[in-house]
């Protein structure tokens, strides 16, 4: 990994040289809880200018970033870290509180996040998961397998989400993933445990054919649907 994001960072700095401000890695890799099956190198970089000649220039970087397997980095210009962080409450608020400076400055650390949209951005998110996961549900049908992916693909977005419950909902939410499901679950009033399963399965602690997955999918789905109603019950207002 460390190789891989050294070159990745040799690279943008001679495509950009004194444009390039800071490379950041976020997500899994940075907060330690990275599993090389399942988890992305996400990398953002924050540029002084961000015009077509940048475009043209960093397009051959990012082909060779998405030949290596991992997503494409996210590029901002400064001016727009500053200014889109209330509609990004959810992605800077993840950054600020694991991320890595892999070159320049550490601009996350004093940025201030407004929360003013915040809760909105959680009960939307949390709704449009929910329609897609029942979505991808039925485009499965009833084959065990297609719904074990369907959970471990859709596990790291909706713990992420679960964070952000907490700190709508006035917690200080934990770090690790594991302790922010069983917070909320204490919480606001669902079994964890077909969430602890699935994160089992994913990082190999338990067997795929140890898991019934239509009878997890079911307690799954309604774990999140309990969240999202009583999310969006809790912060109503008035």
């Not at 550490?106 to 929910?130: S, T």
Request: some cysteine; glycine content about 6%.
């Amino acid at each position: 990994m460390e190789k891989v994001l050294n070159e990745l960072v040799a690279k943008l700095r001679e495509c950009e040289g004194p444009n390039l401000i800071s490379v950041v890695l976020y997500g899994s890799a940075a907060s330690g809880e990275f599993h090389p099956k399942h988890s992305d190198l996400n990398v953002l970089c924050i540029l002084k200018t961000f015009d077509r000649p940048e475009l043209e220039k960093l397009s051959p970087v990012v082909a060779w970033w998405l030949r290596k397997g991992h997503p494409s980095p996210q590029f901002l210009k400064l001016e727009e870290l500053r200014t889109s962080a209330d509609v990004f409450a959810i992605e800077f608020l993840d950054i600020k509180a694991g991320h890595r400076v892999l070159f320049g400055e550490d601009l996350f650390a004093a940025l201030d996040v407004p929360l003013a949209l915040h809760r909105l951005q959680v009960e939307h998110d949390l709704r449009v998961n929910v329609l897609r996961l029942r979505r991808s549900a039925l485009e499965a049908g009833q084959d065990p397998k297609a719904l074990l992916r369907l959970m471990t693909r859709s596990i790291s977005s909706f713990a992420a989400l679960f964070r952000h419950a907490l700190i709508a909902l006035g917690e200080q939410p934990p770090q690790a993933k594991r302790q922010v499901l069983d917070r909320l679950a204490e919480m606001l009033g669902f079994d964890p445990a077909p969430f602890h399963a699935v994160f089992e399965v994913r990082e190999g602690q338990r067997r795929e054919r140890d898991l019934d997955a239509k009878t997890t999918f079911a307690a799954y789905l309604q774990g999140v649907v309990r969240v999202t109603e009583e999310v969006d019950r809790r912060l109503a207002p008035g």
